[in-house]
């Protein structure tokens, strides 16, 4: 969040005034002509992450229709599982899965009676701007703010409802049903927007919220409408919107190339007329879709990818095809695999823009490619408005051919940065009117490929351009062959034949020596000399292709061609260099295959105006091979040096030296691009980490290798694997095995008293889904003369006297253990060696260390034993204490009984049967039900005060019966942090004891077993009356032990 002095101090940065690039795409000239062409009719596609859709400048289009047609989310983020039904009370009463008492209004019709509930954190819904400012102006913890979900169905339609007030007050909580039928939205707390999509019959609900500004940002720029301030509309405001989340904050706001994929399914059903696609992730292998929307159903897709510039091949390479799309890059081409120019037209890339209203700051200003696309999309989108109500037929290839003819390329602009230039549009549209009126529409696409020929077959390669990194400095001469392929929409008995012309562009004839004519199979060879090309150069050429009987449709496909020539290497190059902000200086080297490395030493040559440099090291292959690295001068440092890898990948390295733009200057807003993935599948396409309390900690795709931090604690890891092989799919199915009919035979004691066996047959094959070794030890029967028995066990045998406590820990009566205690240290002298433990222990070789450290920890365990019996006794006197405090509770062995409380039950049942048919008795269960149905911790008498009242000598003693125990016992030993707090609840150091039920519920926050301590603090604090906490650890409760996993 940014502070409101940053703010204060740089106003100029954060609340400037609204600005739009629209001159340089003629948009306003455009406007200025033709009115009523400024978007209507026209439906956008936002893929990128959620917009708020309480934007003043989202509300309405110039006609008046809803600006928003729909907000999809499609990463799953904002899902929850609302298919827990329950009914109200006679009261109109509800009981939310938060525990909160939901007073339903009169209101509200639910012919039914189902009211399906849901639980949602606040933390899994916002951005990190929102959050920063409610904890911090509401001084909660992050964590701490959950709220109830209500969906129901009024007979006519699915309504719903977000508990924002948090606690159960219903009558002012706005009702909503899904967005594209009613439009409206809801707030939380400081303007956070959101809105509502129900789905699967009640049972799923979508909340769709604001996570981050970039798709806020760029559904302005496209198409923002401001009736009382048009300065501030975006480029087509007559224009609707759909927009659909694609951009995951589970994932770090990284796109997923699945929810792209589904995100184009969607824009096909909702008839979308072009899509702005602003966030990385582009799907690579859904080439057949992308070209469906494209030449069958006329959908125009724009892509900005990449703020990896100014370094050569800096783009994401979507596939050797080209495809019938129109993109638009700040990286520079070509791209590194077909060699195609990878940067086809401009459009303006900054401004200033009104961020979601939560902002610190109202506006932005702003530059990157992100919102090049957005420029791009809004100036088209006017375009195609004007056409539409011509009534002229719109194809996206005619589309394409109107653009890139009338595009405006600066004076000695490279192509390789430039593409075809800057949109115009006014020039486009006429161009399209008057020369494209006749082209033929059963015409999609014209593309061009390599072929690569032998004496046996003719295959095209996937290469839509030349690359050529030359590496064979004694190679001069390269013949390719080129054919030109024309994609038809109707299968036709006279398809449409043209007469092809092909020139060359400006300056080719340099290296390209030769080009035939197009045979009748549209073919044409090129040969390429580089015997007049200069070392450490990149060389750029375009064989363009014509109709020669139409020449007024303007150039019909580019054939793209690039030629690198590296700089020989010595063993050392020394070069002066003079950097500017538009022209950085590059080397391009092709390393020995004895270097591993790259070493690069600057020094600043000014004196007075010292700016920081980058460099970008890359090898062309793949954008996970660019380095960046940022050096900082200044006046005692002069001199930077840096290193970077090298890998024998036989290509050519660029290093690339500018001059690095201050952060101050202006803010660059993006979002990240992990998705870098060279696989041709993916394996487990995403990955979630929960606590063994379900709670959500980080979510991630496969191709993200930055590193997670994580608590200590156990943990589940869900994730979403996508695999064609049936082996592989098999290895990860849970485990199962069918056991066959077998004889159970338990022998519980070899001793003849106790000797017993147990027979049972079971009768069926019974599926088995998990296996467990289990060890069962000495049973002995609960029986008041078994303390005489305690007299006879050897003092020595130390193991035998804590198995003995153990068993009979809650069958004795308080002074019983004590004397059992008290006989054993007397016997065992045990006092003695743990006050000289240290002492004896560094006498002792290894073995013998090790066997007194047991015969330590057994002594700990006994007198713990004592200790605890003897607090509880305390205990009992004050009926508020928490219940658990008032019982046996075997703390020692808590987290393994916890888990292991059903084999218990069943164990002690099998022993009770076979020794004591008629004993009715079962020992006190070590893991008492302190939660009653609706997960709420049972304890009466919630209103009275705790007063304790211990005489000074009581006190004494508390003191004196824990202090062995205290003094001995290691810090991480668990046990003694619970005698700590039965020691304070008896002295009523209720604040002490609250500290070391926290310290237990943060250590071991990940462990759903823990769960009831939370519950015991909320206890403990409601008994003090302390309200401005209760609320925050009831909240913080919910939101750290949840009933479902988040879905995916």
Same mark, same amino acid.
């Given at each position: 969040?940014?502070?409101?002095?940053?703010?204060?101090?740089?106003?100029?940065?954060?609340?400037?005034?609204?600005?739009?690039?629209?001159?340089?795409?003629?948009?306003?000239?455009?406007?200025?002509?033709?009115?009523?062409?400024?978007?209507?009719?026209?439906?956008?596609g936002?893929?990128?992450?959620?917009?708020?859709?309480?934007?003043?400048?989202?509300?309405?289009?110039?006609?008046?229709?809803?600006?928003?047609?729909?907000?999809?989310?499609?990463?799953?983020?904002?899902?929850?599982?609302?298919?827990?039904?329950?009914?109200?009370?006679?009261?109109?009463?509800? $009981?939310?899965?938060?525990?909160?008492?939901?007073?339903?209004?009169?209101?509200?019709?639910?012919?039914?009676?189902?009211?399906?509930?849901?639980?949602e954190?606040?933390?899994?819904?916002?951005?990190?701007e929102?959050?920063?400012?409610?904890?911090?102006?509401?001084?909660?913890?992050?964590?701490?703010?959950?709220?109830?979900?209500?969906?129901?169905?009024?007979?006519?339609?699915?309504?719903?409802?977000?508990?924002?007030?948090?606690?159960?007050?219903?009558?002012?909580?706005?009702?909503?049903?899904?967005?594209?039928?009613?439009?409206?939205?809801? +707030?939380?707390?400081?303007?956070?927007?959101?809105c509502?999509?129900?789905?699967?019959?009640?049972?799923?609900?979508?909340?769709?919220?604001?996570?981050?500004?970039?798709?806020?940002?760029?559904?302005?720029?496209?198409?923002?409408?401001?009736?009382?301030?048009?300065?501030?509309?975006?480029?087509?405001?007559?224009?609707?919107?759909?927009?659909?989340?694609?951009?995951?904050p589970?994932?770090?706001?990284?796109?997923?190339?699945?929810?792209?994929?589904?995100?184009?399914?969607?824009?096909?059903e909702?008839?979308?007329?072009?899509?702005?696609?602003?966030?990385?992730?582009?799907?690579?292998?859904?080439?057949?879709?992308?070209?469906k929307?494209?030449?069958?159903?006329?959908?125009?897709?724009?892509?900005?990818?990449?703020?990896?510039?100014?370094?050569?091949?800096?783009?994401?390479?979507?596939?050797a095809?080209?495809?019938?799309?129109? !993109? *638009?890059?700040?990286?520079?081409?070509?791209?590194?695999?077909?060699?195609?120019?990878?940067?086809?037209?401009?459009?303006?890339?900054?401004?200033?823009?009104?961020?979601?209203?939560?902002?610190?700051?109202?506006?932005?200003?702003?530059a990157?490619?992100?919102?090049?696309?957005?420029?791009?999309?809004?100036?088209?989108?006017?375009?195609?408005?004007?056409?539409?109500a011509?009534?002229?037929?719109?194809?996206?290839?005619?589309?394409?051919?109107?653009?890139?003819?009338?595009?405006?390329?600066?004076?000695?602009?490279?192509?390789?940065?430039?593409?075809?230039?800057?949109?115009?549009?006014?020039?486009?549209?006429?161009?399209?009117?008057?020369?494209?009126?006749?082209?033929?529409?059963?015409?999609?696409?014209?593309t061009?490929?390599?072929?690569?020929k032998?004496?046996?077959?003719?295959?095209?390669?996937?290469? !839509?351009?030349?690359?050529?990194?030359?590496?064979? $400095?004694?190679?001069?001469?390269?013949?390719?062959?080129?054919?030109?392929?024309?994609?038809?929409?109707? =299968?036709?008995?006279?398809?449409?034949?043209?007469?092809?012309?092909?020139?060359?562009?400006?300056?080719?004839?340099?290296?390209?020596?030769?080009?035939?004519?197009?045979?009748?199979?549209?073919?044409?060879?090129?040969?390429?000399?580089?015997?007049?090309?200069?070392?450490?150069?990149?060389?750029?050429?375009?064989?363009?292709?014509?109709?020669?009987?139409?020449?007024?449709?303007? !150039?019909?496909?580019?054939?793209?061609?690039?030629?690198?020539?590296?700089?020989?290497?010595?063993?050392?190059?020394?070069?002066?260099?003079?950097? #500017?902000?538009?022209?950085?200086?590059?080397?391009?080297?092709?390393?020995?295959?004895?270097?591993?490395?790259?070493?690069?030493?600057l020094?600043?040559?000014?004196?007075?105006?010292?700016?920081?440099a980058? $460099?970008?090291?890359?090898?062309?292959?793949?954008?996970?091979?660019?380095?960046?690295?940022?050096?900082?001068?200044?006046? +005692?440092?002069?001199?930077?040096?840096?290193?970077?890898?090298?890998?024998?990948?036989?290509?050519?390295?660029?290093?690339?030296?500018?001059?690095?733009?201050?952060k101050?200057?202006?803010?660059?807003?993006?979002?990240?691009?992990?998705?870098? =993935?060279?696989?041709?599948?993916?394996?487990?396409?995403?990955?979630?980490?929960?606590?063994?309390?379900?709670?959500?900690?980080?979510?991630?795709?496969?191709?993200?290798?930055?590193?997670?931090?994580l608590?200590?604690?156990?943990?589940?890891?869900?994730?979403?694997?996508?695999?064609?092989?049936?082996?592989?799919?098999?290895?990860?199915?849970?485990?199962?095995?069918?056991?066959?009919v077998?004889?159970?035979?338990?022998?519980?004691?070899?001793?003849?008293?106790?000797?017993?066996t147990?027979?049972?047959?079971?009768?069926?094959?019974?599926?088995?889904?998990?296996?467990?070794?289990?060890?069962?030890? !000495?049973?002995?029967?609960?029986?008041?003369?078994?303390e005489?028995?305690?007299?006879?066990? #050897?003092?020595?045998?130390?193991?035998?006297?804590?198995?003995?406590?153990?068993?009979?820990y809650?069958?004795?009566?308080?002074?019983?253990v004590?004397?059992?205690?008290?006989?054993?240290?007397?016997?065992?002298?045990?006092?003695?060696?743990?006050?000289?433990?240290?002492?004896?222990?560094?006498?002792?070789?290894?073995?013998?260390?090790?066997?007194?450290?047991?015969?330590?920890?057994?002594?700990?365990?006994?007198?713990?034993?004592k200790?605890?019996?003897?607090?509880?006794?305390?205990?009992?006197?004050?009926? #508020?204490?928490?219940?658990? *405090?008032?019982?046996?509770?075997d703390?020692?062995?808590?987290?393994?009984?916890?888990?292991?409380?059903?084999?218990?039950?069943?164990?002690?049942?099998?022993?009770?049967?076979n020794?004591?048919?008629?004993?009715?008795?079962k020992?006190?269960?070590?893991?008492?039900?302190?939660?009653?149905?609706?997960?709420? *911790?049972?304890?009466?008498?919630?209103?009275?005060?705790?007063?304790?009242?211990?005489?000074?000598?009581?006190?004494?003693?508390?003191?004196?019966?824990?202090?062995?125990?205290?003094?001995?016992?290691?810090?991480?030993?668990?046990?003694?942090?619970?005698?700590?707090?039965?020691?304070?609840?008896?002295?009523?150091?209720?604040?002490?004891?609250?500290?070391?039920? #926290?310290?237990?519920?943060?250590?071991?926050?990940?462990?759903?077993?823990?769960?009831?301590?939370?519950?015991?603090?909320?206890?403990?604090?409601?008994?003090?009356?302390?309200?401005?906490?209760?609320?925050?650890?009831?909240?913080?409760?919910?939101?750290?032990?949840?009933?479902?996993?988040?879905?995916?």
């Open positions: 969040m940014v502070s409101e002095d940053l703010i204060k101090t740089y106003p100029e940065i954060f609340n400037r005034k609204h600005y739009i690039a629209k001159n340089p795409t003629q948009q306003l000239e455009f406007l200025k002509k033709y009115p009523n062409f400024d978007g209507r009719g026209v439906i956008i936002i893929i990128d992450s959620c917009i708020d859709v309480s934007l003043p400048g989202l509300q309405k289009t110039s006609t008046g229709l809803p600006k928003i047609i729909d907000c999809i989310d499609l990463t799953g983020s904002g899902f929850v599982n609302t298919s827990k039904i329950r009914l109200m009370d006679e009261n109109n009463i509800l $009981i939310g899965l938060t525990g909160r008492k939901l007073k339903i209004p009169l209101t509200w019709k639910n012919p039914t009676g189902e009211w399906h509930l849901g639980i954190s606040i933390y899994e819904l916002f951005d990190k929102a959050l920063e400012k409610i904890i911090e102006t509401e001084n909660l913890a992050k964590d701490s703010i959950v709220l109830d979900c209500i969906v129901w169905n009024n007979g006519k339609e699915w309504n719903a409802c977000l508990d924002t007030s948090f606690i159960g007050d219903l009558k002012n909580v706005k009702v909503l049903t899904n967005f594209k039928d009613c439009h409206e939205f809801g +707030t939380f707390i400081y303007d956070l927007a959101f509502l999509n129900i789905r699967k019959n009640g049972n799923l609900l979508e909340i769709y919220a604001t996570n981050a500004g970039h798709g806020s940002v760029n559904a302005n720029i496209c198409a923002g409408f401001y009736p009382d301030e048009p300065e501030k509309n975006g480029l087509a405001p007559g224009a609707q919107i759909i927009s659909f989340a694609v951009a995951d589970r994932n770090y706001n990284v796109p997923i190339s699945d929810n792209i994929v589904r995100a184009f399914h969607k824009c096909i909702f008839n979308v007329n072009i899509i702005n696609i602003s966030v990385a992730g582009f799907p690579k292998d859904e080439f057949e879709l992308m070209t929307m494209a030449e069958k159903h006329g959908i125009i897709i724009l892509k900005a990818v990449g703020n990896d510039g100014p370094i050569k091949s800096s783009l994401y390479e979507i596939d095809k080209n495809l019938p799309t129109v !993109s *638009f890059f700040s990286s520079r081409g070509p791209m590194p695999k077909s060699g195609a120019c990878g940067v086809t037209l401009l459009a303006p890339a900054d401004g200033v823009v009104e961020m979601p209203r939560h902002y610190s700051y109202k506006t932005l200003l702003y990157a490619t992100s919102y090049s696309c957005p420029n791009a999309v809004g100036a088209i989108s006017c375009l195609i408005s004007g056409l539409k011509k009534s002229i037929p719109i194809t996206f290839f005619k589309l394409k051919l109107a653009l890139i003819n009338t595009a405006f390329l600066p004076k000695n602009g490279c192509k390789l940065s430039f593409g075809n230039g800057i949109i115009q549009i006014k020039k486009a549209f006429e161009f399209y009117v008057k020369n494209l009126n006749i082209f033929p529409i059963q015409i999609t696409n014209i061009t490929s390599l072929i690569e032998n004496m046996f077959w003719n295959k095209n390669k996937k290469q !839509s351009g030349i690359i050529l990194n030359v590496t064979d $400095i004694n190679k001069k001469i390269y013949n390719y062959v080129v054919k030109i392929v024309v994609n038809n929409n109707f =299968s036709t008995e006279n398809p449409f034949k043209f007469s092809w012309l092909l020139k060359l562009s400006e300056n080719a004839e340099t290296f390209i020596k030769d080009f035939s004519t197009v045979n009748e199979n549209n073919e044409f060879s090129i040969k390429i000399d580089i015997t007049e090309l200069k070392q450490n150069s990149i060389n750029y050429a375009e064989i363009i292709g014509f109709d020669s009987s139409n020449l007024l449709w303007g !150039s019909l496909f580019y054939f793209p061609i690039t030629i690198i020539i590296p700089k020989i290497l010595t063993e050392k190059i020394n070069e002066t260099i003079e950097l #500017n902000s538009l022209f950085p200086f590059r080397l391009f080297v092709y390393p020995s295959k004895i270097v591993d490395s790259c070493f690069i030493k020094e600043c040559l000014e004196k007075e105006n010292i700016v920081n980058f $460099i970008q090291f890359y090898s062309g292959d793949h954008l996970s091979n660019l380095y960046k690295e940022e050096l900082e001068f200044n006046d +005692t440092k002069m001199i930077k040096e840096c290193e970077f890898p090298i890998f024998h990948n036989n290509e050519t390295y660029e290093i690339c030296i500018g001059i690095a733009i201050k101050t200057n202006c803010i660059f807003y993006f979002l990240k691009s992990y998705a870098r =993935s060279r696989k041709n599948f993916y394996f487990a396409k995403r990955i979630q980490v929960f606590t063994m309390t379900k709670k959500f900690v980080c979510g991630y795709i496969d191709t993200w290798t930055d590193e997670i931090s608590l200590p604690g156990k943990y589940i890891v869900k994730g979403l694997f996508e695999y064609f092989d049936d082996k592989i799919l098999q290895k990860i199915l849970p485990f199962t095995a069918f056991l066959p077998i004889t159970l035979t338990v022998n519980l004691n070899s001793n003849e008293i106790f000797k017993t147990w027979t049972n047959t079971l009768d069926e094959i019974r599926k088995c889904t998990n296996l467990k070794k289990a060890y069962i030890g !000495s049973c002995l029967p609960f029986s008041s003369n078994a005489k028995y305690l007299n006879n066990v #050897n003092e020595s045998d130390s193991k035998l006297w804590l198995n003995i406590i153990q068993k009979y809650n069958n004795f009566e308080t002074e019983t004590k004397k059992v205690v008290d006989l054993f240290l007397q016997k065992s002298k045990a006092k003695k060696l743990l006050q000289n433990f240290n002492k004896i222990e560094n006498g002792l070789y290894f073995y013998e260390k090790e066997l007194i450290k047991t015969q330590k920890s057994i002594i700990l365990d006994i007198l713990f034993y200790t605890d019996a003897i607090l509880n006794e305390y205990l009992k006197n004050y009926e #508020n204490i928490p219940i658990i *405090f008032k019982t046996n509770f703390f020692a062995n808590f987290e393994s009984k916890m888990k292991d409380e059903s084999i218990f039950d069943i164990l002690w049942s099998i022993f009770t049967y020794i004591y048919p008629n004993e009715t008795k020992p006190k269960n070590n893991c008492p039900k302190l939660l009653n149905e609706n997960g709420n *911790f049972e304890q009466k008498n919630e209103t009275i005060n705790i007063q304790p009242n211990l005489k000074t000598k009581n006190r004494k003693n508390v003191k004196n019966v824990t202090s062995l125990f205290l003094k001995f016992a290691e810090k991480s030993d668990i046990r003694k942090t619970f005698i700590l707090i039965k020691k304070a609840l008896i002295l009523g150091n209720f604040g002490t004891a609250l500290f070391y039920l #926290n310290k237990i519920t943060t250590e071991n926050q990940t462990i759903s077993n823990y769960k009831i301590f939370d519950e015991i603090i909320i206890q403990i604090l409601k008994k003090l009356g302390w309200k401005h906490l209760i609320e925050a650890h009831e909240n913080a409760l919910l939101d750290r032990h949840r009933n479902y996993f988040r879905m995916f």
